[in-house]
């Protein structure tokens, strides 16, 4: 049996795409509490202490919520919901 070979053609269905509803933009930072999830790896735990500097000095801050990731996904369920309860708004990003 010969091998089998799939090809893919990226073309523009003509389905509507649907689109997500973006969460609405904070008006200002000042006395907000802002999630900061890490991955863990060195840059970003870096970052995260300049984020909670600049944070609190440049933009009136309130707090900043520090959640790790898992190492090879997202933040676990009960991590995601504190923030859900707690902050305002979340920085999440990769440091490597």
């Known amino acids: 049996m010969a091998p089998k070979v799939e090809i893919l053609l990226p073309t523009i269905s003509d389905q509507p795409l649907q689109r997500n ?7 200002t930072l000042q006395g907000k509490r802002i999630g900061l999830i890490s991955n863990r790896w060195r840059s970003i735990e870096i970052m995260d202490d300049v984020f909670q500097v ?5 933009y009136g801050v309130a707090r900043c919520v520090k959640k790790f990731a898992t190492t090879t996904g997202p933040i676990v ?5 504190e923030l859900k309860k707690n902050v ?8 490597n």
Do not use: S, W
């Open 21 to 27: 509803v973006l969460a609405p933009r904070l008006t």
């Open 54 to 58: 600049e944070l609190a000095e440049q």
């Open 77 to 81: 369920q009960e991590d995601f919901e």
């Open 88 to 95: 305002d708004a979340v920085i999440t990003g990769l440091g």
